[in-house]
Structure formats: structure tokens, C-alpha cells
């Protein structure tokens, strides 16, 4: 079945960096296009992040836009967000996934914090 985790998730200072890994298994991960989604505290879900199956064509939102960057490497089926110059609004649970994959679509997150 499909599985998704993420990790590298921690605390940071504001203008630091952190890089978040998901690893997927149960699915043909270079078939997927894959996000990557957020919630802040109190806050719906952001979607940030999505790369296609091949890697080609990022697309992200303006408020992450010039300080992330999306890769996978489809021979690890893994996928990566490398945040840098993070702010304190960037702080939330980070999830990968796609909802085409289904119920289990999506990992169980990995926080973020950016405080000093």
C-alpha cells in the first residue's frame, strides 16, 4: 500500500535553513506528480510545492517562491524540499503527497519551527 514519510522537520532561527525528505513506497513513484503541503497553526492547508514525475517543472506558491526548491530522485523514490532564508510565517506541520495516490495519499508531517 501506498506510504509516504517525511522527515528533517525541526526547529530553526529566522534566515535559516532545513531540509525536508519524504520517502515513498507501494506505488510507481516516478508515474506521480508530488507536493508538498502545509498547515500552520490555525490555518487551513497550504499548498506550496509540486514537481512532475520526471522532475521537470516545478511550480510553487509565491510565498515560498525563490527560498525552496523541490527535487526527487525517482531511484530512491524520494522527494525533497530544501527551504532556505525561512521566516516565522513559514512555520507548520509540512506534508508530502499527491491526491491521486488515494486515502493514504499523504504522510503523517513533519513540523517546522521558526522562532529565535
Known amino acids: 500500500q501506498v506510504q509516504l514519510v517525511e522527515s528533517g522537520g525541526g526547529w530553526v532561527q529566522p534566515g535559516g535553513s532545513l531540509r525536508l525528505s519524504c520517502a515513498a513506497s507501494?506505488?510507481?513513484?516516478?508515474?506521480?506528480?508530488m507536493a508538498w503541503v502545509r498547515q500552520a497553526p490555525g490555518k487551513g492547508l497550504e499548498w506550496i510545492s509540486d514537481i512532475h514525475g520526471d522532475g521537470a517543472v516545478p511550480n510553487y506558491a509565491n510565498s515560498v517562491k525563490g527560498r525552496f526548491t523541490i527535487s526527487r530522485d525517482n531511484a530512491k523514490n524520494t522527494l525533497s524540499l530544501q527551504m532556505n532564508a525561512l521566516k516565522p510565517e513559514d512555520t507548520a506541520v509540512y506534508y508530502c503527497g499527491w491526491p491521486d495516490l488515494g486515502p493514504s495519499g499523504w504522510g503523517q508531517g513533519t513540523q517546522v519551527t521558526v522562532s529565535s
Open positions: 507501494g506505488f510507481t513513484f516516478s508515474n506521480y506528480f
